[in-house]
């Protein structure tokens, strides 16, 4: 029997890997496959010692293998999601919502995935390109290298293909099982049914009141009760929850106070969880689009809906750890499909008498009814939302959100503006009772149909502004691309968007003071992840009050109108003073800095406008947030505001070339900052 040994020829990238090389030069098989360094060479590397040094250098290598392969699935899912949704082709025609018409939806957006060769210029202002993103203000994560979305999907065909996943071929939550463990236990021995069990409550206690602190159901509506029946029913986003229940946990696991009392083979198991959670969720989702795409969305009004729930709650997962560079493909994806299911379900035809005759209108109550537990029985006052209901409505107002703050980087209108006014409409139940002249009784009669301060902690009047004013940016864009812009209607039009904010702002009465800087707030005795979530809650010490997140949101958003109106001004008396009135908000009526979390985008747009010395004032703040600063996109913000601050000089020589959106770009693409 011959004995095969390794060639002493082979790359010191093998030797370390202990696998076998094929000596092909100057890269070998292996390697390139891998997308990893290889390396030849006389001299034997430092790190090849023998001794701590290579035990460290093969562990650092393992985890570039794996962030090297997520990358690749990522894009390729991406391709996916792109062809999956495309597929399904919309077409809304001529649609009356409100007084605004609609026109034909475009399928998603050509939306570059990879990384460009060289940097663009606006204003004088070298950006980024996008592939050096990650490098230049990639977010840290206590030593838990996973990405939101890594997982081995090369088994899996693309939505659009005849070999796309099929029950037979795809796990569910009960049959998944570790080669080592075919009963189905990990090494602790408990059963998967009761691991899925734990993960689901940790989701529910913790993973989701951190990443929407403001939603807070009451007890008429058994609160968040709708999301445990949709994860119990729903695979995709059951695994999704899996993923981030996992990923929060591992956090715990790696954080300084736990890091001697955990066994490197429990963080090593929950590693390997979260990838397998991934790949199903991602399985299950593809699943549900070609589901969507083959049998379309009119008579699926459940499934579609829960489609786009997925989607929206895998990109918001994304961004609360930091990897959320693909989001407008997914923010696409949702907003059409989302669209689509107005299309088939959501449609009405009202007599508005006269020549006119008939006329199509939208109707958010009939979309409500349809996936009402009784359906097309109105829900009393004092009973639960039905599970679907439930979801359409979460997922609705935050879909929205993201949509407006999206647009906000991208300097153009958000997609869903048309249905602002049908949504998000100010009237209120009294005015409506008083207009109708019976009193409301259904829950979905109630006006507006989507309050969001009870989904993200803001009044609908702000979203809509700031959707407003990112529309008008696009507006003096277009026509100053036209050369027919007329600064007098860029003035008019600005103004009644200035009214109605301060009309807002003048409601909500004078803000409350706390008198803690957040750079100097308290830090908690446990791991702070926990104290802002399900305990937390229940404390009005863990989070402001919605006013006051109003309020700092609405004085940012006038800080950014004044921009669009007079162009990049940072030292004029009014930004100045909107600025200094933002950055006194946040210093001090937030409780604490990890609060700052959900204020990203006004304390950017706040920052970057911000003077010299101010400057660490802001990063103070960032700063003290600890650990938690690696959830979410802060360390994103504050990596625009540096961008910004170390370019101040050319920016001011090319200052009718800047505006916020070029600042919320300046990374290599345009950053969602939620």
């Known amino acids: 029997m011959t004995t095969r040994t390794r060639s002493s020829e082979g790359c010191w990238t093998c030797r370390l890997r202990r696998k076998k090389c094929d000596e092909t030069r100057p890269v070998c098989e292996g390697c390139s496959t891998l997308g990893i360094d290889c390396l030849y060479s006389e001299e034997k590397p430092p790190w090849m010692d023998g001794g701590d040094w290579q035990k460290a250098r093969g562990e650092w290598l393992k985890q570039e293998i794996k962030r090297v392969a997520a ?33 034909t939806l475009q399928l998603l957006s050509d939306v570059s995935v990879g990384g460009g060769d060289g940097g663009d210029t606006v204003g004088g202002v070298t950006i980024l390109p996008d592939g050096e993103k990650g490098s230049g203000m990639g977010v840290e994560t ?18 659009c293909s005849s070999s796309s996943p099929s029950p037979s071929n795809i796990p569910s939550r009960h049959q998944q099982t570790d080669s080592a463990d075919p009963d189905g236990e990990d090494h602790t021995g408990i059963p998967a049914s009761e691991r899925d ?38 695979q995709a986003l059951f695994h999704v929850a899996q993923t981030m229940a996992g990923y929060f946990y591992g956090i715990i696991l790696s954080s300084e106070d736990n890091k001697d009392d955990v066994p490197e083979l429990c963080k090593s198991h929950n590693f390997d969880a979260i990838q397998r959670e991934q790949e199903l969720g991602l399985q299950w989702l593809r699943r549900a689009i070609q589901g969507v795409v083959d049998k379309g969305v009119e008579g699926h009004l459940k499934e579609a809906s829960e489609v786009v729930a997925c989607i929206v709650q895998l990109l918001t997962s994304e961004v609360a750890v930091g990897n959320g560079w693909n989001w407008r493909v997914h923010l696409d994806a949702a907003a059409q499909l989302w669209g ?18 008939e006329r199509e209108v939208v109707c958010f109550m009939m979309l409500l009814l349809q996936l009402g537990t009784n359906p097309k029985s109105f829900t009393p006052m004092g009973q639960p939302w039905g599970t679907g209901q439930a979801t359409l409505r979460f997922f609705s107002a935050q879909l929205l959100f993201l949509d407006v703050v999206g647009s906000t980087a991208l300097g153009e209108g958000p997609r869903l503006q048309r249905w602002h006014g049908h949504l998000l409409d100010t009237i209120g139940r009294e005015e409506l009772e008083r207009i109708v002249g019976v009193k409301v009784k259904e829950k979905e009669m109630d006006l507006p149909h989507l309050k969001l301060v009870e989904f993200i902690g803001l009044e609908n009047w702000v979203v809509v502004a700031v959707g407003q004013v990112a529309a008008l940016d696009g507006y003096k864009k277009e026509r100053k691309r036209m050369g027919a ?3 007098t209607e860029l003035v ?111 304390f950017t747009v706040t920052g970057c406008l911000a003077a010299p010395e101010q400057e660490q004032i802001f ?56």
Not at 556 to 580: C, D, F, K, R
Request: net charge neutral.
């Open 619 to 674: 990063r103070d703040m960032v700063a003290a947030m600890g650990c938690l600063r690696n959830f979410g996109t802060i360390k994103e913000g504050l990596a625009i505001m540096e961008h910004v601050w170390a370019n101040r000089a050319q920016i001011e020589q090319n200052a009718d070339q800047w505006d916020i959106a070029a600042c919320l770009s300046c990374l290599g693409q345009p950053s969602l900052l939620i």
């Open 340 to 357: 689509e299911t107005w299309r088939y379900h959501g449609m009405g035809r009202v007599d508005v008498g006269g020549e006119e005759g």
């Open 197 to 234: 069990a734990h993960r689901t409550m940790f989701y529910l206690d913790y993973v989701f009141p951190f990443l929407f602190p403001f939603y807070r159901p009451t007890l008429l509506d058994f609160g968040r009760g709708w999301l445990l029946v949709l994860l119990q029913r729903n």
């Open 71 to 103: 990358q690749r699935r990522e894009k390729r899912y991406m391709k996916d999601l792109e062809a999956g949704v495309g597929g399904i082709g919309l077409d809304m025609g001529r649609v009356e919502v409100g007084v605004i018409t609609t026109g």
């Open 485 to 487: 812009l007329s600064v």
């Open 492 to 602: 008019e039009r600005a103004r009644v968007i200035q009214r109605r904010i301060r009309d807002g702002l003048a409601g909500l009465g004078e803000p409350e003071v706390k008198h803690a800087c957040p750079s100097s707030g308290p830090v908690p005795k446990d791991h702070p992840l926990l104290h802002f979530t399900a305990q937390g809650m229940i404390s009005p010490q863990s989070m402001h009050s919605t006013a006051v997140h109003t309020r700092i949101w609405a004085q940012a958003t006038l800080t950014y109108l004044q921009v669009v109106i007079s162009g990049w001004q940072p030292a004029s008396q009014e930004i100045h003073h909107s600025v200094t009135e933002t950055l006194n908000l946040m210093l001090y009526c937030v409780p604490a800095p990890a609060c700052l979390r959900v204020l990203v985008w006004p």
């Open 142 to 159: 206590d030593n838990i290298p996973i990405s939101a979305t890594s997982t081995d999907t090369t088994a899996i065909a693309t939505p």
